[in-house]
């Protein structure tokens, strides 16, 4: 077994000489950025209306013309925040109206099977319906090389439906998180919860959005 080694005094709400063996407190600058996030969130908790985010929402966007990267973007930012399993299982319960591209109803039920097996949640009767299955695959990028690596990674309930995704494209708030220091600064909590901000927010002030990453 490996001895913890003794600390300078700096683990203990008070000093304790340099000689205990007990674990440092978990800090802001100790933990991801993720981590914060959702200490702050935990913290300051906004009301259940502060989540806006649905997949029936994603599909209303993808209706009136919004890009289906960006609005599933913006829905697994806020997905990843959400407290509680309930208010998991409301994003992703209400069924999605066809947008009329098979493409993005496959997706929609593709993500919706997903963040249910992920999450341990009720899986929607309306992903199985025959729109959200396509009948020729469909690889969401044409860089060369991506098609192998697609094959590979794409989750079960994605492929299973003709569509082929990198891993990364599903963990919105971990790779927005690996871009920053690994040092993050006391306010990289309130950055992130910035997310919740953006629509209908009461309960804080305005902060700059995240930036996005690549699909």
Same mark, same amino acid.
């Given at each position: 077994?490996?001895?913890? &080694?003794k600390t300078? =005094?700096s683990c203990?709400?008070?000093?304790?000489?340099?000689?205990?063996?007990?674990?440092?407190?978990?800090?802001?600058?100790?933990?991801?950025?993720?981590?914060?996030?959702?200490?702050?969130?935990?913290?300051?908790?906004?009301?259940?209306?502060? @989540?806006?985010?649905?997949?029936?929402?994603?599909? #209303?966007?993808?209706?009136?013309?919004?890009?289906?990267?960006?609005?599933?973007?913006?829905?697994?930012?806020?997905?990843?925040?959400?407290?509680?399993?309930?208010?998991?299982?409301?994003?992703?319960?209400?069924?999605?109206?066809?947008?009329?591209?098979?493409?993005?109803?496959?997706? $929609?039920?593709?993500?919706?099977?997903?963040? #249910?097996?992920?999450?341990?949640?009720?899986?929607?009767?309306?992903?199985?319906?025959?729109?959200?299955? $396509?009948?020729?695959?469909? @690889?969401?990028?044409?860089?060369?090389?991506?098609?192998?690596?697609?094959?590979?990674?794409?989750?079960?309930?994605?492929? &299973?439906? =003709?569509?082929?995704?990198?891993? =990364?494209?599903?963990?919105?708030? &971990?790779?927005?998180?690996?871009?920053?220091?690994?040092?993050?600064?006391? &306010?990289?909590?309130?950055?992130?919860?910035?997310?919740?901000?953006?629509?209908?927010?009461?309960?804080?002030?305005?902060?700059?959005?995240?930036a996005y990453?690549?699909?």
């Amino acid at each position: 077994m490996f001895a913890r &080694r003794k600390t300078s =005094g700096s683990c203990c709400r008070v000093p304790c000489g340099g000689e205990c063996t007990a674990a440092p407190t978990p800090t802001l600058s100790t933990m991801s950025a993720s981590e914060s996030s959702k200490a702050w969130l935990a913290a300051n908790p906004p009301p259940d209306s502060a @989540f806006v985010q649905s997949l029936a929402h994603v599909a #209303a966007r993808l209706r009136e013309g919004e890009d289906l990267r960006f609005a599933v973007r913006e829905f697994l930012d806020e997905f990843e925040l959400l407290p509680r399993r309930e208010l998991m299982q409301r994003a992703i319960e209400e069924r999605p109206t066809l947008t009329g591209e098979a493409p993005a109803d496959a997706y $929609l039920g593709a993500l919706g099977e997903h963040l #249910a097996a992920r999450r341990g949640l009720e899986r929607p009767a309306w992903v199985t319906e025959p729109e959200r299955f $396509l009948d020729r695959f469909w @690889f969401l990028s044409e860089v060369p090389g991506f098609r192998a690596l697609a094959i590979a990674q794409s989750p079960a309930a994605f492929r &299973r439906r =003709g569509i082929f995704i990198a891993e =990364g494209a599903l963990q919105r708030v &971990r790779r927005w998180t690996a871009r920053r220091s690994s040092r993050p600064s006391p &306010r990289s909590g309130r950055r992130s919860a910035a997310l919740l901000r953006r629509r209908h927010a009461p309960w804080g002030s305005s902060v700059a959005p995240s930036a996005y990453s690549s699909w």
